[in-house]
């Protein structure tokens, strides 16, 4: 099965309520880019500022937003990231993400009534696949590789 066969099942196999959203690296050169592509595919309000403060009170609202459209609070969030060797060529802005990845997770989990799991599915060729468990690695977010 290819990665994106594997991506194209996702919906079906994912438990009911959860939330999935899917995007290719190569929009997320910058985080610019990253909070542009991240306000479309989340459906972030108008009032979205652009800056990281914005970001994180908006990956924070994501039950809110759900909740405001009609629909049921969410059981889960999930983003795919495709490409993901070409997520973020800054290294600051790298570190940037993977920390707030875990703070949007740790949100989600302790905090967010009721709670729900938020995670990131990377995928990458199988020949850059090392890169990103390095590039993870080195900034204490080691992911679980899966080969499909």
Do not use: K
């Not at 959860?18 to 909070?35: G, P």
């Not at 997770?105 to 938020?118: L, Q, T």
């Amino acid at each position: 099965m290819s990665t994106d066969d594997a991506i194209a099942t996702l919906p079906a196999s994912l438990p009911d309520g959860v939330e999935l959203r899917v995007t290719d690296a190569a929009r997320l050169r910058t985080r610019r880019a990253l909070f542009t592509e991240f306000a479309r595919i989340w459906t972030f309000p108008d009032y979205f500022g652009n800056n990281a403060d914005a970001f994180d009170e908006c990956m924070r609202d994501l039950d809110e937003f759900a909740r405001d459209a009609g629909r049921p609070t969410p059981t889960g969030y999930l983003t795919v990231i495709t490409g993901a060797q070409r997520l973020l060529t800054s290294t600051q802005e790298f570190a940037w993400f993977a920390d707030s990845i875990a703070f949007y997770r740790d949100h989600y989990r302790d905090v967010a009534s009721p709670p729900a799991p938020f995670a990131v599915l990377l995928t990458a060729p199988e020949a850059a696949r090392p890169e990103v468990v390095d590039r993870w690695g080195s900034v204490g977010m080691p992911p679980v590789s899966v080969s499909v």
